[in-house]
């Protein structure tokens, strides 16, 4: 690792870039030069209460949100003279119309989920594919439900396991801070097309994985539910499947002997551990409901939409400064950093 820092900045302190702006503060070589955001309610007042430097990424906004007592340090353009690395976490398709202007800044760029792959023609899971984003100038970081289907896939893969996966994904209706407004209630709504968009995209990551995803939207705000039929390449034993999940990064076992028996469960669990904001990281896989049999396995997990991706965004600002080689190496360093104690998680 080299010494001097990586410069990085946030554009869009939404739902994840207030997340990845705590996790790059966290980093010991990453300095986070400053947040930008075009909005001048709460949720940016709060990141000039908690000292943050604020810039306005639309110059015409720079009015209201000193109006609203943001000191505004300067504009997006400013900030980008300034930095190695931006993460783009802007709402779904902003953040493409900036690409060119951070290119033409020499600022690399780490997007998200909601951006197409095809924008940067990098998609980002660190366990499967840190060394082939190295040096880039960007790459996106898949969503969330994606970052969990390759993080579990890629642990049976690397085990010699996985032949076939299939799996039906209960979505969150929408996050807590818009529930106000958006969302469903009392009702589940299937997504109308099969495959839904998240096996596709895993395979953006790791293009040979044979997966299908089926999705639906149910009427809670809180993480997302998959169940998943895996075909194995032979018959295993339970205890070399919950081998393949241990040994892989960001994959922890929670169970219904110790109360967790539903979504809401591990949420507490999060919020009695300290977790900022009570997130949880990693994926939270039921380890008393995986069931084998012969040469299928059977298993459901729980994604804390809001939070799993930010160690994936902590690496990929690493992979493109090209500070750490070790994709590893990498992970190890942000998880260290986040504080991610898997003790209770993997006892
Ligand atoms: N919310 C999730 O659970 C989740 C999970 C994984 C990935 N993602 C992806 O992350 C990205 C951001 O989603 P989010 O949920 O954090 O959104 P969000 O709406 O919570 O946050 C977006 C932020 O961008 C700001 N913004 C809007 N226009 C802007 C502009 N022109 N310039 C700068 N900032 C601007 C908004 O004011 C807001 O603060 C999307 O690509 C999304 O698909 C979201």
């Known amino acids: ?10 554009n869009g302190y939404g739902v994840i870039g207030k997340r990845v702006t705590d996790a790059i503060r966290l980093q010991p070589d990453m300095e986070l030069v400053g947040v930008s955001d075009v909005v001048s309610d709460y949720r940016v007042q709060a990141a000039a209460v908690l000292g943050l430097p604020v810039y306005t990424s639309l110059p015409e906004r720079a009015d209201a949100m000193r109006a609203a007592g943001i000191s505004i340090v300067g504009t997006l353009d400013d900030l980008l003279g300034q930095i190695d690395v931006i993460v783009d976490c802007t709402p779904k398709g902003i953040g493409a119309k900036n690409l060119e202007r951070y290119r033409a800044a020499g600022v690399k760029a780490v997007y998200q989920g909601g951006e197409k792959h095809e924008l940067t023609g990098h998609s980002f899971v660190a366990q499967a594919n840190y060394a082939t984003a190295l040096g880039r100038d960007a790459t996106r970081v898949v969503s969330c439900n994606t970052t969990s289907t390759v993080r579990t896939l890629l642990a049976l893969r690397d085990a010699g396991l996985l032949k076939k996966a299939r799996g039906v994904l209960m979505r969150r209706a929408t996050d807590p801070w818009e529930s106000d407004h958006s969302g469903i209630m009392n009702t589940i709504v299937p997504e109308p097309h099969i495959p839904s968009h998240q096996g596709p995209d895993a395979q ?56 967790i028996v539903a979504l809401n469960s591990t949420i507490e669990l999060m919020k009695d551990l300290g977790r900022p904001r ?70």
């Not at 639906?216 to 919950?242: C, F, G, M, P």
């Not at 809001?306 to 750490?324: F, S």
Request: charged content about 25%.
């Open 204 to 259: 953006t990551v790791v293009p040979d994985l044979d997966v299908v995803t089926i999705a639906a939207k149910a009427a809670h705000t809180q993480t997302h539910n998959h169940y998943w039929i895996v075909e194995l390449t032979r018959a295993a034993s339970r205890a070399e499947v919950l081998e393949a999940f241990q040994a892989a990064p960001r994959i922890a076992f929670i169970r219904m002997s110790d109360g």
């Open 278 to 347: 009570g997130d949880m990281w990693e994926v939270a896989l039921w380890e008393d409901v995986l069931t084998v049999q012969g040469n299928e396995l059977y298993y459901t997990y729980q994604v804390y939409n809001e939070a799993i991706v930010v160690p994936e965004n902590i690496d990929a600002i690493r992979a493109l400064a090209g500070t750490v080689k070790d994709g590893q190496e990498s992970i190890h360093l942000t998880d260290e950093a986040l504080g991610m104690r898997r003790d209770f998680l993997t006892r």
């Open 1 to 10: 690792m080299t010494t001097k820092k990586i410069c990085a900045a946030v």
